[in-house]
T-cell receptor, first 109, second 114 residues
Framework: GQQLNQSPQSMFIQEGEDVSMNCTSS?????WLWYKQDPGEGPVLLIA?????ELTSNGRLTAQFGITRKDSFLNISASIPSDVGIYFC?????????FGPGTRLSVLP | NAGVMQNPRHLVRRRGQEARLRCSPM?????VYWYRQLPEEGLKFMVY????????ESGMPKERFSAEFPKEGPSILRIQQVVRGDSAAYFC????????????FGDGTRLSIL
């Protein structure tokens, strides 16, 4: 089945820094979803992308649908402590979605 | 504006017992998905259901696991004769209309097997 790769696997940044992470697939997708999971909670949908090249923002978060349709990027500007968590990308896999392994973000004060 | 509701949040069972996990989808959502998450790992798809139908159960073990989404009431994920390896967080998600709509997740049930 479909598999997604996320990079980096984990990252430690200083508060105030910008963050970039990406997600790649071996197959072409027509939808990309980005989720964030806080410890002990379920994933929360951050951004949904539906068109190649699309750039969508949600506050300090910006996500892009890669023009090859095999990748997507998530950027967080001016990170704050509450950005800590695991960021998952997801793409369609038949009648459901496949999730990447996640990027674990730690923000140091 | 209730989101996806899962209960219980924590469930402890002894080996050999049965575990029942419940999920009420968001209002207006008729598609339910169950995922399993082990510590430090991502979400693994288990089963996708619509009302009274199992659409895709390719991620669910053939033995001991079953799922239903009746016409009335919540979706149920049932694990019979639990073993230590069943310990995990089980998440339910729901979506509106069709299967490629974004899924919204509950806060999960953390199952611990003694």
């Amino acid at each position: 089945g479909q598999q997604l790769n996320q990079s980096p696997q984990s990252m430690f940044i200083q508060e105030g820094e910008d963050v970039s992470m990406n997600c790649t697939s071996s197959s072409i997708f027509n939808t990309w979803l980005w989720y964030k999971q806080d410890p002990g909670e379920g994933p929360v949908l951050l951004i949904a992308l539906y068109k190649a090249g699309e750039l969508t923002s949600n506050g300090r978060l910006t996500a892009q649908f890669g023009i090859t349709r095999k990748d997507s990027f998530l950027n967080i500007s001016a990170s704050i402590p509450s950005d800590v968590g695991i960021y998952f990308c997801a793409g369609p896999n038949g009648q459901n979605f496949v999730f990447g392994p996640g990027t674990r973000l730690s923000v140091l004060p | 504006n209730a989101g996806v509701m899962q209960n219980p949040r924590h469930l402890v069972r002894r080996r050999g017992q049965e575990a029942r996990l419940r999920c009420s989808p968001m209002k207006g959502h008729s598609h339910v998905y169950w995922y399993r998450q082990l510590p430090e790992e991502g979400l693994k798809f288990m089963v996708y259901l619509q009302k009274e139908n199992i659409i895709d159960e390719s991620g669910m073990p053939k033995e001991r696991f079953s799922a239903e989404f009746p016409k009335e009431g919540p979706s149920i994920l049932r694990i019979q004769q639990v073993v230590r390896g069943d310990s995990a967080a089980y998440f339910c998600a729901s979506s509106h209309r069709d299967s490629n709509q974004p899924q919204h997740f509950g806060d999960g049930t953390r199952l611990s097997i003694l």
